[in-house]
């Protein structure tokens, strides 16, 4: 992964793995949005969560939109 | 119920390049009440749209699209995930968001989809369509006529909201 790629999001990520155990038990299975150290809201669906992202912040913007959950899943690509 | 064919019945052709087919990529389609929205188009920016070759690619579990074709669109990012590749390569992936169409194919237009950034070598391809993408599909890989199929129940453009 590019170097520019690790740095977009990284603070977002921080502010989720700061609240990440908390949120499991409010918020289990629901997606968060987050951009800077803003916390938008939760919604169910991860496309409920972007178009909520995407009318708070625009639509050329990174933001993170999150599931909460206790593992990060893993991607197989072969 | 829509049908696609591939375009060449080539035993040879799908052998040696796989199930191919073209899809034009772009930012994502939100709907609102008053129809849909997307981003201004601003080169480099985001808002463009980009047509790539695409292999069908039934070992991927989610939509892959190379660095390139996603800075050329210039998709936003929404996450980072795990990665495991061939090889036993572990790697963290950029998680973007984006729209995919067919435009040779009656296939319905994925407004939201999230794909997974990550370098496809040796490959003349610029994204895979994981499995992700296939369940919304039938699928049927004829080696011996050099044929794939693809099944599609219709789906409606969109749905008014209420």
């Known amino acids: 992964m590019a170097a520019t790629e690790q740095t977009r999001l990284a603070g977002e990520l921080e502010v989720y793995a700061l609240h990440k155990s908390a949120w499991l038990k409010g918020h289990p299975g629901q997606y968060v949005v987050i951009k800077g150290d803003a916390v938008l809201n939760f919604y169910p669906t991860f496309e409920a969560a972007y178009q909520a992202g995407a009318g708070a912040w625009g639509l050329n913007t990174d933001f993170l939109v999150k599931q909460i959950v206790e593992h990060e899943p893993v991607f197989f690509v072969f | ?162």
């Open chain 2, 1 to 162: 119920m829509a049908t696609c064919r591939s375009a060449k019945r080539d035993p040879r052709d799908l052998l040696v390049y796989g199930p191919r087919l073209e899809i034009e990529v772009g930012p994502p389609i939100l709907r609102t009440a008053k129809g849909p929205i997307q981003p201004v188009p601003v080169p480099g920016v985001g808002g463009t749209f980009s047509r790539m070759p695409a292999l069908i690619d039934t070992g991927a579990g989610r939509t892959v699209l190379t660095p390139a074709a996603v800075a050329r669109v210039g998709l936003r990012q929404v996450d980072v995930t795990r990665l495991a590749r061939a090889g036993g390569i572990n790697e963290d992936a950029g998680v973007y968001v984006a729209s995919i169409q067919f435009p040779r194919y009656k296939l319905a237009t994925i407004e939201v989809a999230k794909v997974i950034c990550c370098e496809l070598p040796e490959q003349p391809i610029q994204c895979l369509i994981g499995r992700d993408i296939l369940s919304r599909w039938g699928f049927n890989y004829d080696g011996r006529t050099g044929e794939w199929i693809i099944d599609e129940e219709d789906l409606a453009a969109w749905v008014d909201p209420i």
